[in-house]
């Protein structure tokens, strides 16, 4: 018989692969409507308008029960990290998928699981066993092969694409620290008001 906790981190494993799923989803019916509007909309419009979508949706959430410990955050430095590393990467993959064949951004982003692994031995201390890195170079040389790379020229939006996955990379670790003591949706509306009050400033300076 399982044991409560047991019990318990199944049900929690269950739960994150239902979440991990949903997000893949989500993203890939984003981005791809993204590539859809016309080539003259601005990244940035893009970014505010799914960052105040995201708002609209978190608010009822917020307004749930405890509102003092709903919008009280903690671990302030690591949030800041968190949030500018979460803004780069939204804007950074917006930018990179619209610029890109998207079997090209495809390629590109399948090496994000190698840089959060990478970037977890730093930021979160952790062990990689031998298996997980031969699991991850295994899975990628199978992306490279189907797409061949040798296909795909070098510019500006490769690189930003290659800078989309160190950001994200940044953004995963952080929020893994942040959740030990904040509840996610909190995480989840400081970082998308955040990206809206980003978006908006650079909207007024930058577009006219």
Same mark, same amino acid.
């Given at each position: 018989?399982?044991?409560?906790?047991?019990?318990?981190?199944?049900?929690?494993?269950?739960?994150?692969?239902?979440?991990?799923?949903?997000?893949?989803?989500?993203?890939?019916?984003?981005?791809?409507?993204?590539?859809?509007?016309?080539?003259?909309?601005?990244?940035?419009?893009?970014?505010?308008?799914?960052?105040?979508?995201?708002?609209?949706?978190?608010?009822?959430?917020?307004?749930?029960?405890?509102?003092?410990?709903?919008?009280?955050?903690?671990?302030?430095?690591?949030?800041?990290?968190?949030? #500018?590393?979460?803004?780069?990467?939204?804007?950074?993959?917006?930018?990179?998928?619209?610029?890109?064949?998207?079997?090209?951004?495809?390629?590109?982003?399948?090496?994000?699981?190698?840089?959060?692994?990478?970037?977890?031995?730093?930021?979160?201390?952790?062990?990689?066993?031998?298996?997980?890195?031969?699991?991850?170079?295994?899975?990628?040389?199978?992306?490279?092969?189907?797409?061949?790379?040798?296909?795909?020229?070098?510019?500006?939006? #490769?690189?930003?694409?290659?800078?989309?996955?160190?950001?994200?990379? #940044?953004?995963?670790?952080?929020?893994?620290?942040?959740?030990?003591?904040?509840?996610?949706?909190?995480?989840?509306?400081?970082?998308?008001?955040?990206?809206?009050?980003?978006?908006?400033?650079?909207?007024?300076?930058?577009?006219?």
């Amino acid at each position: 018989m399982k044991s409560p906790v047991m019990k318990n981190s199944h049900i929690n494993q269950k739960l994150s692969l239902f979440w991990v799923i949903g997000w893949v989803f989500f993203f890939s019916t984003s981005v791809t409507l993204a590539k859809k509007l016309d080539p003259s909309t601005p990244t940035l419009i893009i970014v505010f308008i799914r960052s105040l979508f995201g708002l609209i949706s978190i608010c009822p959430l917020m307004l749930r029960g405890n509102r003092r410990k709903n919008f009280r955050f903690q671990d302030v430095k690591v949030s800041i990290v968190k949030m #500018i590393s979460y803004f780069s990467a939204i804007t950074c993959t917006y930018y990179a998928y619209r610029s890109l064949p998207l079997a090209t951004a495809t390629a590109i982003g399948f090496s994000g699981p190698i840089f959060i692994t990478s970037f977890s031995i730093f930021i979160l201390k952790e062990k990689i066993p031998s298996e997980k890195w031969l699991l991850l170079i295994l899975g990628y040389l199978g992306v490279l092969v189907i797409i061949d790379p040798t296909t795909i020229k070098f510019s500006t939006s #490769i690189l930003i694409s290659v800078l989309a996955n160190i950001f994200a990379a #940044i953004s995963v670790n952080t929020t893994k620290i942040l959740t030990n003591k904040n509840q996610t949706k909190t995480i989840i509306f400081y970082a998308n008001t955040f990206n809206f009050l980003c978006s908006s400033i650079l909207m007024l300076l930058f577009l006219h």
